[in-house]
Nanobody
Framework: QVQLVESGGGLVQPGGSLRLSCVAS????????MGWYRQAPGKQRELVAI?????TTNYADFVKGRFTISNTKNTVYLQMNSLKPEDTAVYYC?????????WGQGTQVTVSS
């Protein structure tokens, strides 16, 4: 079992920046995929950015050039720059070993003036 705890969310003005952190209870270097998803009220959860096999990164088109995903031994980060109101959502961390998906509890990001 892997426990994931997200932090770093909050209220930020349009054009501002936030860095989200996802701390795992164990090493995540061997995980098949690790990444971030988000869900706004009334909408489905959507992929934001992932790292596959520890080397390949993929970003949703709507965040490309603004967000950067990275990781250490036990933490996944999401650096978010040039934030827009439409980025407002609950952001969830996910890691998978191909047998089990692990999800964090989510952290709220609100972009508003």
């Amino acid at each position: 079992q892997v426990q994931l705890v997200e932090s770093g969310g909050g209220l930020v003005q349009p054009g501002g920046s936030l860095r989200l952190s996802c701390v795992a209870s164990t090493s995540i270097f061997s995980m098949y995929v690790m990444g971030w998803y988000r869900q706004a009220p009334g909408k489905q959860r959507e992929l934001v950015a992932i790292i596959t096999r520890g080397v390949t990164t993929n970003y949703a088109d709507f965040v490309k050039g603004r967000f950067t995903i990275s990781n250490t031994k036990n933490t996944v980060y999401l650096q978010m720059n040039s934030l827009k109101p439409e980025d407002t959502a609950v952001y969830y961390c996910r890691v998978s070993d191909r047998s089990q998906d692990y999800w964090g509890q989510g952290t709220q990001v609100t972009v508003s003036s």
